[in-house]
């Protein structure tokens, strides 16, 4: 199985400061087909995950353009631009190139 | 509006069986994969299981290989997951999501399944 590996598990950021979650796979995501299926997904208290960026670097459907990833091969990165409050939660990677689906431990994002 | 609504959790003891339902609307069912995934209390998210569009094709993580099974009424846009010989390991709240490919992109509010005798 591919292992999800993000640091750090805990992000204390300030209101309008950047935040940056680390994500490295225990081998890489490039797919066959060319694509690597890497995504984010972001799960505020109480609510079910919520996808924010696939394939590395897509912005899915909704989700403001303060949420930005990149990376190749086994190292990824979120960076939130400026922290709103509503950022606060917990941030996931999750690896879909190969079964079975593996997912990050998580990063909880909280506001100092 | 994608919406996936999950029912069917329940308290069952160790070694009981127990049927998840999950009604999907919004969107054309029987175009597309999809999975359940399991969060156990305080932990992180799991993936559980994978069909595709006409339920020809299956996969599941080996933790739940031989025990659980899902399925999939694409005339009910409705997709099911049958949990047998449920171990205390198996609590969790679990979560259908609209495939995209392989990609869970839309997910549902999940329904608690609690082992416990």
């Known amino acids: 199985d591919i292992v999800m590996t993000q640091t750090p598990l805990s992000s204390p950021v300030t209101l309008g400061q950047p935040a940056s979650i680390s994500c490295r796979s225990s081998?890489?995501?490039?797919?066959?087909?060319?694509?690597?299926?890497l995504s984010w997904l972001q799960q505020r208290p109480g609510q079910p995950p919520r996808l924010l960026i696939y394939?590395?670097?897509n912005r899915f459907s909704g989700v403001p353009d303060r949420f930005s990833g990149s990376g190749a091969g086994t190292d990824f990165t979120l960076k939130i631009s400026r922290v709103e409050a509503e950022d606060v939660g917990v941030y996931y990677c999750?690896?879909?190139?190969?079964?079975?689906?593996?997912f990050g431990q998580g990063t909880k994002v909280e506001i100092k | 509006e994608v919406q996936l609504v999950e029912s069917g959790g329940v308290v069952v003891q160790p070694g009981g069986s127990l049927r998840l339902s999950c009604a999907a609307s919004?969107?054309?069912?029987?175009?597309?994969?999809m999975h359940w995934v399991r969060q156990a209390p305080g932990k992180g998210l799991e993936w559980v299981s994978l069909?595709?569009?006409?339920?020809?094709?299956?996969y599941y993580a080996d933790s739940v290989k031989g025990r659980f099974t899902i399925s999939r009424d694409n005339s009910k846009n409705s997709l099911y997951l049958q949990m047998n010989s449920l171990r205390t390991e198996d609590t969790a709240l679990y979560y259908c999501?609209?495939?995209?490919?392989?990609?869970?992109?839309?997910w549902g509010q999940g329904t608690l399944v609690t082992v416990s005798s």
């Open positions: 999501a609209k495939g995209n490919g392989l990609l869970p992109d839309y």
């Open positions: 919004g969107f054309t069912f029987d175009d597309y994969t």
């Open positions: 069909i595709s569009w006409d339920g020809g094709s299956t």
């Open positions: 081998q890489s995501l490039v797919h066959s087909d060319g694509n690597t299926y």
């Open positions: 394939k590395i670097s």
């Open positions: 999750m690896q879909a190139t190969q079964f079975p689906l593996t």
